[in-house]
C-alpha cells in the first residue's frame, strides 16, 4: 500500500513534464528576432515572449522555452539578465505546430552589448 501511495504521489509531477521531442522538432531549427515583453526565470522551465516583426509588417508574440532557473544560474544567467525591451536573436527548435509561433532555445544574442549565450540548458 505504502508503495502505491508514493508511486502515485509522483505521478502527478511526472505528468506535467514533457519530452522536448514531443512540443519540438529537432529538424526544424530556426531564428527569431525580437524584443523581450517577459522573462519567466523559474522550474522546471524558463520562458520568454518576444514580440517579432513578421514578413507581412505584423507583430507575432513568440514563446520561447528554455532551461530550468538552476541550469541556467550554471551559465551565469539570472532573473535579470533579459529585460523587457531587450532586442535579441534567438536560434532554436521549432515547435511541431508552425501555426503555434513556440521554440526551444538553443542560443540567445543581444547585440547592443555583445551578450551571448550558446549551449542546450533543458
Known amino acids: 500500500m505504502l508503495g502505491a501511495v508514493i508511486l502515485l504521489a ?3 509531477r511526472a505528468l506535467a513534464h514533457h519530452a522536448f521531442t514531443a512540443e519540438y522538432d529537432g529538424t526544424q531549427k ?3 528576432e525580437g524584443v523581450v515583453t517577459e522573462f519567466a526565470w523559474r522550474n522546471p522551465h524558463s520562458f520568454m515572449k518576444i514580440d517579432v516583426m513578421g514578413k507581412d509588417g505584423t507583430t507575432q508574440s513568440w514563446t520561447l522555452e528554455w532551461g530550468s532557473a ?3 544560474a550554471n551559465s ?4 535579470t539578465t533579459l529585460k523587457p525591451g531587450d ?3 534567438v536560434n532554436g527548435q521549432l515547435a511541431r505546430d508552425p501555426s503555434a509561433h513556440r521554440m526551444l532555445v538553443t542560443s540567445v544574442k543581444r547585440p547592443s552589448d555583445g551578450w ?3 549551449g542546450q540548458a533543458r
Do not use: D, N
Open 76 to 79: 551565469q544567467i539570472t532573473r
Open 87 to 89: 532586442h535579441i536573436v
Open 116 to 118: 551571448e549565450w550558446k
Open 70 to 72: 538552476s541550469l541556467l
Open 30 to 32: 530556426s531564428e527569431v
Open 10 to 12: 509522483g505521478a502527478g
